[in-house]
Every structure is written in C-alpha cells, then in structure tokens.
C-alpha cells in the first residue's frame, strides 16, 4: 500500500524554524515529482514547493528565499525546511507525490499541523 506519512510539525514562535519530513513507501520515490502543500483554515490548499525529479525547483512567492524543499531518493524522504516562520505560514502541510509521466497518478499524506505563534 502507498503511504506518505508527513512530520515534524508543532507551535514554534514568529522568526523560529521548522522541518518538515515526509517518509514515502509503496513506491519508486525517483520516478515522482515531489511537492509540499499546505491549507489554512478557512482557506484552499495551496502549493508551497516542489522539486522534480531531476532537481528543479519551485516556490510560492509567499515563501521564497524563507523554505528549502529536499529528497533523498534512497531513503524515500522529502524534506521541507522552514525558516523565519510567520503567522501566516500556520497550517496543516501535506505530502504530496506525483509520478512523472503521467497526468493523474498523485498521493496525498494526511498532514501535519504547523503553527506560528506567539
């Protein structure tokens, strides 16, 4: 069975850091893009990073040059660290994986709660 299983969130303070993991089995984490995803409440899913299968990047303006998406394909982890955290950063963030080659092969981890406070 396919599982993403997220962690590593919690209460960290306005400025503070944070990472995120998300543990893959069930599959050939180099053959799937890799993306983080988070939602508010009240509000859309939305996407924070990605990072493809060769490497390339991608950011949400509202965190760029503040999160750094990774992987290490061997031990099927995907990373998200976050730094200078802001109030508005707080949010469920999900695990997202999607096999390249394909237009609708996606899996979802069930989230893990990150809040911003002080």
């Known amino acids: 069975q396919v599982q993403l299983v997220e962690s590593g969130g919690g209460l960290v303070q306005p400025g503070g850091s944070l990472r995120l993991s998300c543990v893959a089995s069930?599959?050939?984490?180099?053959?799937?893009?890799m993306s983080w995803y988070r939602q508010a409440p009240g509000k859309q899913r939305e996407l924070v990073a990605s990072?493809?299968?060769?490497?390339?990047?991608n950011y949400a303006d509202s965190v760029q040059d503040r999160f750094t998406i990774s992987r290490d394909n061997a031990k099927k982890m995907v990373y998200l660290q976050m730094n200078s955290l802001k109030p508005e950063d707080t949010a469920v963030y999900y695990c997202?994986?999607?096999?390249?080659?394909?237009?609708?092969?996606?899996?979802w981890g069930q989230g893990t709660q990150v809040t911003v406070s002080s």
């Open positions: 069930g599959i050939v984490l180099r053959f799937y893009d």
């Open positions: 990072i493809s299968i060769s490497g390339g990047l």
């Open positions: 997202r994986a999607a096999r390249v080659g394909t237009n609708n092969l996606f899996y």
